[in-house]
């Protein structure tokens, strides 16, 4: 009988260690894991910014005002004087 209860007291120490063991390992996959969320979150949170600033752009480069500069300026392009109709 006092070999059972030794038995029994060992076993529950090395699971308790194993245990103890196994909550340390956890915590730091967690810790590791948590920076690992901050960089993703970080990495996201630039390329939203830059997205945004990219929408801005496109706005910008799309408008009526730039458009119509760039026609003159570049391509030459004018109003016409007169609109004539052309029949095919």
């Known amino acids: 009988m006092r070999w059972f209860s030794l038995l029994a007291l060992v ?14 390992y956890q915590t730091q996959e967690v810790r ?6 901050q960089s993703v979150q970080r990495a ?6 830059e997205y945004t600033r990219l929408l801005l752009e496109r706005g ?15 391509l030459s392009m004018m109003f016409p004087e007169s609109v004539e109709r052309v029949e095919p």
Do not use: F, K, P, W
């Open 32 to 37: 590791r894991l948590h920076v690992e969320l």
């Open 11 to 24: 076993t529950l120490l090395l699971g308790t260690a194993a245990s103890g063991i196994q909550v340390v």
């Open 60 to 74: 910008t480069l799309a408008s009526y005002q730039n458009v119509e500069r760039l026609a003159v300026q570049e």
């Open 44 to 49: 996201q949170d630039e390329l939203l910014s």
